[in-house]
């Protein structure tokens, strides 16, 4: 390697890892602090020895379960979670399907509808959402966290961006070998599918794992509280104990890490060919 | 088994242009009909319509002389074989060849003897647990195939099966084909831009160009007696010389045929058009002829012309001899000819030589580029 080469490839070493680095010090210094005492996280938060971990004690894990009920909240995201990206998986790629193979009229108009929809921030209608909800009597249940968030427009918009790449001839052949519209759906374009199934599941349950503002609006009881809101209350209920919500964050964190790590073959594969042929 | 027939069927996806025009065509019961010709012609709409993935604008489509423009493409019992072969990627070859035999509801047992039939006639019974991808191009081919024939269709479509095959496995499956299709006895429609293919595999062969058929006809009548300069010039390999032709007819009915500067005189019964070429005296036509009748050496009835070699291509069989016809006009210098000699051609290019031909070899056409025939 010449030097001018090697000058350059350090470099840009060094500058990946100081990006690298940016992004991972806050997760170390949470899984550190979820080990000390309350005391010392704070005492330590300004010098090296906050990223150390210390006096590894599971004292702070103790302390989560015991404050607030975080298995209940753990359930509530579990499932909160999990039904909005199945039932999304079916409606979004269904709708996306649509777009992209069948002909009807105003289609066109719907897909500028949808791709103009990908634009609104849920904090932009979070208050007529607010009044539509309360006027069906869906407060404080698991329901006002689901329904509206099974469809999404940047879902659709994937799904959709992915099934017009694919090659039709497959569906035109299961056409004439007998398969009607379910069956060549479910049996032929699914199994094909499966990259952008995998990238719309991990992003569907990242969105809504982190959720909070909706949550926050609609809900009061811990029966339907999702684990965000939980971290929250730790603000709320003095003392303010860094090294329980560091405790807590971690075992939010864990499920996320585990889902990504199992689908980070797909999702690198899907995100791959949707975002450059799409 | 099963007749086909397309009745005036015309197919507009965009108003101003259709895709097929007036088309009509009829095959036989077991016959096999091949429509060729140039990307866009209309050949692979022809063929969807027949499928059924592509509804009709107007006209009818019949099958066994029911009108079937509005049944669904299952219920056609047609199978297709496409271009890229379509075999799904997900499902081994087994699942593949199975998978017709599913949608139909046959019973579990008699769709595996069906699948290990066809299997077995296609050699494919070694690769059943095999996936498409790890197949080669002339095995996914022959998957696709068998695919298309086991559920034993009335109609059996192909859509341009073996342009994605090297030049070497084209022959061969080529000759698959037509032994399947002869064994089988299927109703069969082949589309394909490939004239060898068309020649060689076609009971008949319907040319097609801009969304019109142009002629249908068995393989040597279309090389005999194309009815058009399109035909003419897409039949053969190389196709025919079309040129520039000034016609001159005598009262004793002689003719005159004036290529460029030079004159070739006959009476108008040898002439192919027969009687008929003496309604265009003194009229500018167009000439066809054959690559196969140049002649390098003299002959019976053959009258020398001058030409102006341009380049040879050795073939090993046979040479390609790429000429011109000295002219005065500096138009007619486009008008480059190629001649197919036996054997090793040995003038040199740029060259001066003289090729014979046999006055009554010569094409007519009239200037909208349809035959004059007697």
């Given amino acids: 390697m010449s030097r001018p080469r090697l000058f350059t490839t350090v470099l840009v070493y060094v500058l990946l890892f100081s990006l690298a680095l940016m992004f991972i010090v806050p997760i170390v210094m949470m899984l550190a602090g979820s080990f000390k005492a309350d005391a010392r996280v704070l005492l330590e938060a300004g010098s090296w020895r906050g990223y150390l971990p210390a006096d590894m004690g599971l004292q702070n894990y103790r302390d989560v379960f015991e404050r607030v009920p975080f298995l209940r909240y753990l359930l509530n995201s579990v499932f909160i979670s999990t039904t909005i990206v199945v039932a999304g998986l ?5 709708a996306g399907y649509a777009l992209a193979r069948l002909r009807w009229p105003g289609r066109d108009s719907l897909l500028l509808g949808v791709i103009a929809l990908m634009i609104i921030p849920l904090e932009a209608i979070a208050v007529p959402l607010f009044y539509e909800v309360t006027v069906l009597g869906w407060r404080d249940t698991y329901l006002v966290q689901i329904i509206p968030f099974i469809a999404n427009a940047f879902s659709i918009y994937l799904f959709y961006a992915f099934f017009i790449d694919l090659p039709e001839a497959l569906e035109e052949a299961a056409r004439i070998d007998g398969a009607g519209p379910w069956r060549i759906f479910f049996s032929i374009v699914v199994p094909n599918a499966r990259p952008v199934f995998a990238t719309v599941a991990i992003l569907t349950f990242l969105t809504q794992w982190g959720a909070f503002l909706w949550p926050l609006m609609v809900t009061h009881s811990e029966d339907v509280r999702p684990l965000p809101l939980g971290i929250a209350a730790f603000y709320t209920l003095p003392p303010l104990q860094w090294g329980d919500i ?6 939010m964190v864990i499920p996320v890490l585990f889902i990504f790590v199992f689908f980070q073959h797909w999702f690198v594969k899907g995100v791959a060919t949707t975002g450059i042929k799409g | 088994m099963a007749r086909v027939a397309f009745r005036q069927v015309s197919k507009y996806f965009d108003a101003a242009i259709p895709a097929l025009r007036q088309f009509s065509l009829s095959i036989d019961d077991g016959e096999f009909v091949v429509l060729v010709g140039p990307s866009g ?7 969807r319509l027949l499928a059924g993935l592509e509804t009709v604008s107007t006209g009818e489509i019949l099958i066994d002389d029911q009108i079937v423009n509005d049944t669904s493409p299952q219920l056609r019992n047609v199978a297709m074989v496409f271009q890229n072969y379509a075999l799904y990627p997900h499902m081994t070859v087994y699942d593949n060849l199975v998978f017709p035999l599913k949608m139909a509801r046959i019973a579990a047992v008699a769709r595996d003897e069906q699948v290990r039939r066809i299997a077995a006639l296609l050699d494919l019974t070694e690769l059943l647990a095999r996936r498409p991808k790890q197949l080669s191009g002339g095995q996914r081919q022959r998957v696709a195939m068998g695919r298309a024939l086991v559920r034993d269709p009335s109609v059996f479509l192909l859509d341009e099966p073996l342009s994605n095959l090297d030049a070497k ?12 299709q002869r064994e089988l006895g299927k109703t069969t429609l082949y589309v394909t831009h490939d004239q060898v293919e068309a020649m060689t595999l076609g009971h008949r062969v319907a040319v097609m160009n801009q969304g019109e058929l142009q002629q249908i006809g068995t ?13 003419a010039r897409f039949i053969g390999s190389p196709g025919m010389n079309i040129l520039p032709l000034q016609l001159t007819s005598a009262v004793d009915g002689q003719v005159t045929l004036t290529l460029g500067r030079q004159s070739i005189s006959l009476s108008a019964a040898q002439c192919q058009a027969g009687h ?4 265009y005296n003194g009229q500018a036509l167009l000439a066809g002829l054959r690559p196969e009748a140049f002649h390098p050496a003299p002959r019976p009835h053959g009258v020398g012309l001058s030409i102006r070699i341009v380049a040879v291509e050795y073939l090993g069989h046979e040479s390609l001899v790429y000429f ?14 190629v001649a197919r000699i036996p054997g090793q051609f040995h003038k040199p290019t740029d060259s001066d030589a003289v090729f014979f031909i046999d006055p009554a070899a010569i094409y007519l056409f009239a200037n909208d580029g349809l035959v004059i025939t007697a």
């Fill in chain 2, 276 to 279: 008929k070429v003496l309604n």
């Fill in chain 1, 90 to 94: 079916l409606v979004n790629s269904l």
């Fill in chain 2, 219 to 231: 393989p040597a009548a279309l090389y005999a007696r194309p009815r058009n300069t399109f035909v």
């Fill in chain 2, 169 to 180: 496995l084209r022959a061969q499956i080529r000759a698959d084909i037509a032994r399947l």
């Fill in chain 1, 246 to 251: 560091f405790a807590f964050g971690v075992m």
């Fill in chain 2, 324 to 337: 011109h016809l000295p002219t005065d006009d500096e138009r007619d210098q486009e008008h480059e000819l």
């Fill in chain 2, 41 to 47: 012609c209309g050949k692979s709409t022809a063929l």
